[in-house]
């Protein structure tokens, strides 16, 4: 079985028996991207009419930063 875990806690693996993580394919990551990798068979793709700058980079912030225009303008109540 694979165990996706944050690549911070990878120090806390030597606290887990060795003959509980023997048979686990444990995967420490860092960035969503790489739990995608591991967890889906194949990646995503784009929708046709999508534009690709409205990926989200590494740090989580949209690359055009422009929040606005990707969700459109507030709603007022």
Known sequence: ATVIIPEENE???V???????QNLDIR?????DEVLQVAL???PQPKE?????ATPTK???QQD???VKKR???TKH
């Open 65 to 67: 930063g422009d929040e």
């Open 41 to 43: 068979k194949e990646m």
């Open 28 to 32: 420490p990551v860092r960035w969503i």
């Open 49 to 53: 009419g999508k534009s690709a700058d």
């Open 15 to 21: 606290d887990i028996p060795k003959n509980i993580k």
């Open 59 to 61: 740090s989580g912030q």
């Open 11 to 13: 120090r806390d693996l």
């Open 72 to 74: 459109g303008a507030p």
